[in-house]
């Protein structure tokens, strides 16, 4: 078990260069599984949810190792197509192998993935586009079996425009013969990503970023490939957020300010100056942060269900009354009742919080219950008055490259304890 023990009060001040995707790698390094060639991976962050897909990858039969900042994998021998039942469990990204299995092996056979407990989670959109795909699904025993050798390219409408659905169909279509077009497809950016992967394997993906995804299904072999993941443009949020209500400042380095355009925009309505290059955003905060009228999460390019938490950290030490409304997962508040603990004030009810900011929070013991909550209460401590110990720091891992290290360089006061 680890815990952070932030000191309040420390403006942050300097620069940072933001990570690869955390969401972009999980599924490209799903989607090696779909290759006997090389592979190199430049930017991919060095994380838990990574260590545990390559856990996956290498039960499945996968080499990869790291070389300096590259990772280097070969999966000509993956010979298994079963996947192993504990890190699934861990990881809910461990249902992107299934889609690069049945490309390869026709074959499948999966748990139901773990996670982060941020609501129910079902996999039946990812499920139902595989199916309609021609792959049979049956259970046994709490596995999922599939057996992929009628696959053939199909036009599947998905009900929502599931993240991880978009990205599963797209691995399972493009080894499998005929035309896919996937209708009200997701528009993240990682899918994006990954549609640059497949393409650079020479698979054949277009349309990724709008609602209409095309897979022309190839038997080629895959060739060679170079790829280097995108930026984190949650972290590269978190980051903002935490210079935000520290009344400091701060230059992201790494980053594509076009991916983070209805972050920057609420950071402009809660009073912060910010300023964005090419590749760089800079923030400078205000004296005291101003309320944000609404936050509703939804699909991008909306509002990313990923920084609800941070923004609601920042919310509850702005001047007048923000709300916030989580739209894409029905419990994903848990971070709420951590910061009523340091003096935040708000009402709840179902989905919406109407948060009434408050000058100061006041340090003390809190427990994060998933990687953003964790992450929005570091940020609350950076701001706290006193000492603010956030419990179950490891959730904060999966998906930040040691937070407290990137912090404690741009000057916050953070130190990490293990039992
Ligand atoms: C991905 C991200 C996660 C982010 C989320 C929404 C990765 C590794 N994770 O998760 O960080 O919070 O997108 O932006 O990329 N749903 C169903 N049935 C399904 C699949 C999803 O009902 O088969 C529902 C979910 O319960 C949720 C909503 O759809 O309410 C969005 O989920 P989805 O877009 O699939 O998110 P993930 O891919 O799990």
Redesign the pocket.
């Known amino acids: 078990m680890a815990r952070f023990i932030v000191s309040g009060g420390c403006p942050l001040h300097g620069s940072l260069r933001i990570s690869g995707a ?2 972009a790698a ?2 490209i390094l799903a989607a090696c599984l779909l290759s006997d060639a090389e592979i190199v991976l430049a930017d991919c962050p060095d994380l838990k949810d990574v260590e545990n897909m390559l856990s996956i990858l290498s039960a499945l039969g996968v080499t990869w190792r790291r070389e300096g900042g590259l990772l280097r994998i070969d999966a000509a021998a993956a010979d298994n197509f079963v996947m192993p039942h504990r890190i699934s469990k861990e990881l ?2 461990s249902i992107f192998t299934l889609g690069p299995l049945l490309g390869r092996f026709q074959k499948a056979v999966c748990t139901y993935p773990g996670g982060c407990e941020i ?8 499920l139902k586009g595989l199916s309609m795909l021609g792959v049979e699904i049956t259970e046994e025993h709490g596995q999922i079996i599939c057996d992929g050798r009628n696959m053939k390219g199909a036009e599947i409408h998905l009900d ?6 978009t990205e599963n169909i797209i691995m399972g279509a493009v080894r499998t013969q005929g035309e896919t077009l996937i209708h009200n497809a ?1 528009r ?1 950016p ?1 899918i994006v990503d990954l549609q640059n992967f497949l393409c650079a394997m020479g698979f054949r993906v277009s349309g990724a970023g709008t609602s209409d995804v095309r897979i022309e299904g190839t038997q080629e072999r895959a060739k060679n490939v170079e790829h280097t993941v995108i930026p984190d443009r949650i972290v590269a949020g978190t980051m903002l957020c935490a210079a935000a209500v520290s009344g400091g400042d701060l230059t992201l380095s790494n980053v594509k300010p076009e991916h983070m355009a209805s972050i920057i925009s609420k950071l402009r309505e809660a009073g912060c100056m910010v300023l964005s290059g090419e590749h760089s955003v800079y923030l400078k905060a205000p004296e005291r942060l101003n309320e944000i009228k609404i936050i509703e999460t939804l ?1 991008y390019p909306g509002f ?3 920084m609800q938490a941070q923004f609601f950290a920042l919310c509850t030490m702005a001047e007048g009354t923000s709300v916030v409304v989580e739209n ?3 419990s994903r508040f848990k971070h709420a009742a951590e910061l009523a603990r340091m003096g935040a004030v708000f009402t709840q009810k179902d989905r919406t919080t109407i948060i009434r900011g408050v000058k100061r929070l006041t340090g003390t013991q809190v427990y994060a219950r998933d990687l953003r909550g964790g992450a929005a209460l570091t940020i609350a401590g950076l701001a706290a008055l006193g000492e603010t110990t956030v419990m179950n720091a490891e959730l904060i891992d999966r998906g930040y490259e040691r937070m407290e290290r990137m912090l404690t360089s741009i000057g916050a006061r953070i130190r990490r304890e293990e039992d």
């Open positions: 955390k969401n999980l599924p809910r990204s609501g129910h989670r079902p996999i039946d959109l990812h929502y425009p599931s993240v991880g659905a997701a993240e990682e699909p990313p269900t990923d894409v997962f029905e």
